[in-house]
């Protein structure tokens, strides 16, 4: 879950616990147009009555669909393993314990953003072409899906690799039940981007990133069947990051030279929560919660020169810095329902959520690094229907003002973070209905009008922001019939859609992503009691090139490079479980 009170909304996601018997799943694919493969799979092992493991990894190779014509090869290669295992011990009838320890490996060689648009070559906007034509190269395009880069001598890579660590004991007291909650955290990665995109290597920009943290929860639970029932908690958390920065830039590039920027942050950080639901007739049902935060955050950064030159002027050198900011913020929810009938119910909400502020990693000026934190205020009304015991649809409308939104402005002399108020409001429904056995239609549809109502420089009142399309959604189909006693058939299309968004504010000029309907499509036959399964697995099938960033190069006005979605792929996936 990002983040301790999120802002925006926030994603959780559950590690598959042991099975109290023993059993496996395999699942083997191959993907035949780049060439790829997958393997993941897991093991349920009972130790003894009170002891049960599992063990599971996963291990994949893909990538290669940006063609590298100078190479004359397909990049990025990327390699990705990870294994986990999970032990589940439960002694007595009231103590429970799990235990989670997860390694994770990514290894990318080459790069998948490449260069979408150019610059005029007109005063200050520079033209890749004309730099490429200087370094002798004269079979130079611009468009999705290919580059140039050689990397001569600085190879473009990003190596990841973490460990995470969980331990969630349950106790039961008589009704009560009291959880602890503790997890570690260390990951680090390395990376280098050639980001002139010719086949020299005129500048580059390379990261060494690491990141550890520690937290501790404990949480108190009433029974849950009870008209009134509580939670009420402790979390802590520490976190160190550091990032270590480094640009070389060297002529025909505009601006030369070579700098090494270091940033370091340490966060402490205490809070208190309770939430309280009550209901108060079988109809009735109200919630509240509330969470009290106080963080420190210490930041220590400095910039060195390791090569003069004009870059070196834009982001001068200067002396380690140590500032820090304490915050403290009051987070809180209220909800209510009224159920019409067991299967109709209307609900709504008002929430206010925080993030705390901080300070640029890679500021041109280093007395303008520090950015406050963000308050947000979200209300919500909808309903839940279930007309019959095959159809149901949910409708909301939602408002969110965030006040201090900590936007993101790219820039040829490094990201600027502005403080500014936003706000969306819109629509979010959802549908799901089985007409008949073996037949299920679902999707959603989002409308979300998202504005900066506060001016700043770039971005006037009512400008849109980026990154934040007015319509999404999806539309799936899983039909499934018996094809004999022993095969089932399966077919399940589906539509991922969204209308065009900017990628940067408007005024900076960047390409917007264009409206788009993703297609993918599974057909698999497998045995009804699943275990086996044989899949064709398409994904983009109308092999739409969508543009999903679009960014300045440093110490570049003028072209922007991005990435692009993974074409059409086809893949053939086996399962077995047993």
Not at 268 to 292: C, E, H, M, P
């Amino acid at each position: 879950t990002p983040g301790k009170n999120p802002t925006l909304g926030a994603v959780s996601s559950v590690s598959r616990r042991p099975g109290d018997d023993f059993g496996f799943n395999l699942t083997v694919g191959h993907e035949f147009k780049f060439n790829g493969n997958r393997v993941e799979g897991g093991v349920d092992i009972p130790l003894s009555d009170t002891l049960h493991v599992r063990l599971a990894g996963i291990y994949s190779n893909d990538g290669r669909y940006i063609r590298n014509r100078v190479r004359n090869t397909d990049e990025p290669t990327r390699e990705v393993y990870g294994g986990r295992v999970v032990a589940l011990w439960e002694p007595t009838e009231s103590l429970k314990a799990t235990l989670i320890y997860q390694h994770d490996s990514y290894d990318e060689r080459g790069q998948t953003v490449h260069l979408i648009t150019d610059g005029t070559g007109v005063g200050p906007s520079v033209s890749i072409r004309a730099l490429a034509a200087a370094v002798g190269q004269t079979d130079f395009e611009v468009g999705k899906g290919f580059s140039y880069n050689d990397y001569p001598d600085r190879s473009a890579y990003d190596r990841q690799s973490g460990d995470r660590a969980t331990l969630i004991a349950e106790y039961g007291l008589g009704d009560f039940t009291l959880t602890s909650q503790t997890a570690y955290v260390n990951w680090d990665n390395r990376r280098r981007n050639d980001l002139d995109f010719t086949s020299a290597s005129l500048i580059t920009f390379q990261v060494d990133e690491a990141n550890e943290l520690f937290s501790q929860e404990i949480r108190l639970a009433s029974p849950s069947e009870k008209p009134v029932s509580y939670i009420v908690g402790a979390y802590y958390l520490w976190n160190k990051w550091g990032v270590d920065q480094v640009i070389d830039a060297e002529a025909p590039w505009p601006r030369t030279g070579a700098l090494n920027h270091v940033y370091e942050q340490a966060v402490n950080s205490y809070s208190g929560f309770v939430q309280l639901n009550a209901s108060l007739t079988d109809q009735i049902k109200l919630s509240a919660g509330g969470r009290y935060t106080e963080e420190e955050k210490d930041a220590r950064y400095s910039r060195t020169t390791l090569r003069p030159g004009s870059a070196t002027a834009i982001f001068a050198p200067f002396a380690e810095r140590t500032p820090s900011r304490k915050e403290n913020n009051f987070d809180w929810s209220l909800s209510g329902q009224y159920y019409l009938d067991p299967r109709n119910v209307i609900y709504a909400s008002l929430a206010r959520g925080s993030k705390s502020g901080g300070f640029q990693t890679l500021p041109s000026n280093p007395d303008l690094a520090e950015f406050e934190g963000e308050e947000a205020l979200t209300s919500e009304i909808g309903i839940k229907t279930r007309p019959t015991g095959t159809l149901s649809f949910d409708f909301a409308l939602y408002n969110t003002t965030v006040k201090d939104f900590q936007y993101n402005i790219n820039t040829a002399n490094g990201n600027v973070i502005a403080n500014a108020k936003v706000r969306t409001r819109g629509i979010d429904t959802s549908l799901n209905w089985r007409p008949f056995d073996g037949l299920r239609l679902a999707g959603g549809v989002v409308y979300a009008d998202a504005k900066i109502l506060e001016a700043f420089p770039g971005a006037p009142a009512g400008t849109p922001v980026q990154r934040a399309p007015k319509w999404t959604g999806n539309v799936s189909i899983n039909y499934e019939t018996a094809l004999s006693e022993n095969v089932d058939l399966t077919i399940n299309p589906k539509i991922d859609f969204s209308s065009s968004q900017f990628s940067q504010l408007p005024s900076v000029g960047a390409p917007k992503r264009q409206p788009y309907g993703l297609v993918d499509l599974v057909v698999a036959l497998g045995a009804p009691d699943d275990r086996w399964e044989v899949a064709l697995i398409g994904k983009n099938l109308t092999n739409q090139k969508v543009l999903l960033s679009a960014t300045t190069p440093l110490l570049a006005n003028g072209p922007f490079y991005g990435n692009i979605q993974t074409p059409a792929t086809f893949a053939l996936q086996l399962t077995v479980k047993h």
